[in-house]
Nanobody, 123 residues
Framework: QVQLVESGGGLVQAGGSLRLSCAASGRTFSTYVMGWFRQAPGKEREFVAA????????NYADSVKDRFTISRDNAKNTVYLQMNNLKPEDTAVYYC????????????????WGQGTQVTVSS
């Protein structure tokens, strides 16, 4: 089992940047594919980005490609999401999640979830 705790959210103006972190407990972090999802009010949770166990492969939603970068540090049991050129439509609660399978874009493939961190982008 792994526990996930997100941090780094906040309020930022459009065009600004934020870096989210997700710290994982346990000694098995490197055995999980990690993903970031987000959920805006009244909307379903949607895929943002995912990274393979060794960080060699990544996948991004089209809406964030070329603006967001996912990375991980297995020595620190942490996955990051660098978000640049933020837009008001990026406003959401951002969740990190862990999967025992392959890189996936659907929530059902991820077994463990953090509590989320709020990102608000003002226009």
């Amino acid at each position: 089992q792994v526990q996930l705790v997100e941090s780094g959210g906040g309020l930022v103006q459009a065009g600004g940047s934020l870096r989210l972190s997700c710290a994982a407990s346990g000694r098995t972090f490197s055995t999980y594919v990690m993903g970031w999802f987000r959920q805006a009010p009244g909307k379903e949770r949607e895929f943002v980005a995912a990274i393979s166990r060794n960080g060699g492969r990544t996948n991004y939603a089209d809406s964030v490609k070329d603006r967001f970068t996912i990375s991980r540090d297995n020595a620190k049991n942490t996955v990051y999401l660098q978000m640049n050129n933020l837009k008001p439509e990026d406003t959401a609660v951002y969740y990190c999640a862990a999967s025992s399978g392959t890189i996936a874009v659907v929530t059902r493939e991820y077994r463990y979830w953090g509590q989320g961190t709020q990102v608000t982008v003002s226009s």
